[in-house]
């Protein structure tokens, strides 16, 4: 199955459940599910924040019915199958083709040959892979710009799940959980954050703040509590 055709199913399906609810938050609860399930799996102690995830889970989900929730489900297995056709902003092209952007909020992700574009020409021409490389990304969107600087370095002959170390950050919490969902399942090492001050949220007495978690880490912290 072509990565461009499972794309383009998983935005008919985005549509066709539309109906009751708007396709941008039929997208949004998917992906916020998707997410979840991604940290609590990883996470080895079932402490009162992998209980709060899992419950904010169920309300999201029972808001569905049984075929819908199977749906997404079957749309979460596409999405895995098509980063086996290679890297690639997967979820910002599949929000486009079945939102076609968020005007109101001026929300609409960069094409990836774009983001493609602009890693190669920023990351040096030498890279030392036994060094490891920091990238601080303050709008990731879905993360289509440190999934192009992954590609970069794996057509250099270099293993970014070792030599990436990331930080990204974003208002949006939809945009948030697109980050996170991609780049776990890239294998990218990242922190992900939803908020203003990142450096702040990462750095200081960190780890316990509202609003951020780890992509291919063992455990990850507070995704589902939005700062008021």
């Not at 945009?175 to 922190?191: E, F, N, P, R, T």
């Amino acid at each position: 199955m072509r990565g461009g055709l499972t794309k383009k199913q998983i935005a008919a399906c985005i549509k066709q459940m539309s109906g009751k609810y708007a396709p941008q938050v039929v997208f949004a609860d998917w992906i916020q599910c998707v997410a979840l399930s991604i940290s609590n799996s990883v996470q080895i102690f079932h402490d009162n924040l992998w209980q709060q995830r899992e419950e904010q889970y169920l309300a999201t989900m029972n808001r569905y019915g049984k075929e819908e929730r199977m749906k997404m489900a079957e749309m979460a297995g596409m999405l895995i199958l098509t980063y086996e056709k290679g890297l690639g902003d997967v979820l910002g092209e599949v929000y486009m083709e079945s939102i076609g952007g968020n005007k109101n909020s001026g929300q609409f992700f960069t094409p990836y040959s774009v983001s493609l574009a602009t890693a190669r020409l920023t990351l040096p021409d030498t890279i030392d892979e036994n060094k490891k490389l920091s990238l601080c990304e303050p709008t990731c969107g879905s993360g289509g710009m440190v999934i192009a600087a992954a590609q970069v370095l794996q057509e250099k002959g270099i293993n970014y799940q070792r030599v990436l170390d990331v930080v990204c950050q974003d208002l949006d919490w939809t945009a948030v959980y697109m980050c996170y969902v991609q780049l776990s399942l890239l294998g990218v090492k990242a922190i992900v954050a939803q908020g203003e001050h990142i450096i702040r949220t990462v750095y200081s007495k960190p780890f316990e703040r509202k609003g951020v978690l780890h992509a291919c880490e063992a455990w990850t912290f507070d995704i589902n509590e939005k700062e008021k």
